[in-house]
């Protein structure tokens, strides 16, 4: 086996035989294999971005995975991964297998459980792994466009190792989640976390009297917290389910009347108005919290 840079020119030369290689793939060899890539599965771009901005932030590292080539030069796995190298305009180190079998093609990543970011996080330790990948994710989204969106998808880039990187200089959203997992009448418990760590850094003790409210009501009925449970408590019970956007509205309309002690009679959520922004929060400054 060799370690070395890859020679576009003796690409032919080089798909002859078995054997496995460490190779550096330029942009302009990824683009020559991908040449190769004549019988493959849809390309899905999502993958790529995400793939391309992990390349980006210097995220990828020899794992043992392998670009496959079978035996007739076909480029049989690795169409993302040579794709996002074009994108990024990075080359990386990688395996790569030579000579595969053709008709192996139809057992690649067949059966393959794919590890998600809770997966990581839980090997690391960290306690609430769905909920608090879930809600660094949505967090990330929020530093970035200063809203929540319904399921948090839609945006490529977010990585296990960004989630990592994330929690270790913001370690408030662990407490968070530590605080929130077991406020059952709220229906999205990393969306109540993410929503928790966002208000303690504008006001930490009223981010504390809210989750009391949401975990057990107050006397005060015309507390705007309180009409906000209600609401909530309200809508789970009916066929109205609402979403991540809706809930998050709601919510930080609540909140900004808690603050400002202008307590108003109703949480409301319109469809068409602007997202609400976290009184007290400086938007500015939201790559500080995130």
């Known amino acids: ?16 035989g078995q054997r496995v290689e460490k190779v550096f793939v330029t942009p302009v060899v990824a683009a020559q294999w991908l040449a190769k890539n004549t019988h493959n599965r849809r390309l899905i771009n999502g993958h790529v971005e995400t793939l391309a901005a992990s390349l980006e ?13 079978a035996n007739d030069g076909r480029l049989l796995d690795g169409q993302h991964r040579l794709t996002a190298c074009c994108a990024a305009g990075i080359g990386f180190w990688t395996w790569v297998a030579y000579g595969v ?8 990543d067949v059966g393959v459980r794919v590890r998600k970011t809770s997966d990581i996080l839980s090997l690391h330790g960290k306690e609430h792994a769905t909920h608090l990948a879930a809600c660094v994710k949505l967090l990330w989204i929020f530093g970035q ?9 839609g945006f490529n880039g977010f990585s296990p190792k960004t989630c990592l990187e994330i929690i270790a200089r913001r370690p408030g959203i662990q407490h968070s989640i530590t605080k929130t997992h077991s406020i059952r009448v709220f229906p999205s418990p990393s969306l109540l976390a993410a929503l928790h760590y966002l208000f303690s850094c504008a ?3 009223m981010a504390s009297e809210m ?10 009925l015309s507390r705007p917290f309180n009409i906000y449970r209600e609401a909530v408590i309200s809508r789970r019970l009916s066929m109205r389910r609402m979403g991540a956007r809706q809930i998050a509205f709601m919510a930080i309309r609540a909140w900004n009347s808690e603050l400002s002690g202008n307590w108003i009679k109703k949480v409301y959520y319109k469809p068409n108005e602007d997202f609400p922004q976290i009184s007290g929060l400086s938007y500015e400054r939201l790559q500080d919290y995130v």
């Open 1 to 16: 086996m060799n370690n070395a840079e890859f020679d576009a020119s003796d690409s032919d030369d080089q798909m002859a």
């Open 57 to 69: 932030r210097g995220e990828w590292m020899l794992n043992g995975g392998t670009i496959k080539f």
């Open 101 to 108: 079998d053709s008709d192996a093609f139809d057992t690649i």
């Open 145 to 153: 466009t200063g809203q929540f969106y319904e399921g948090g998808g």
């Open 203 to 205: 006001d930490c003790d």
């Open 211 to 220: 989750l009391e409210v949401m975990s057990d009501g107050s006397s005060a």
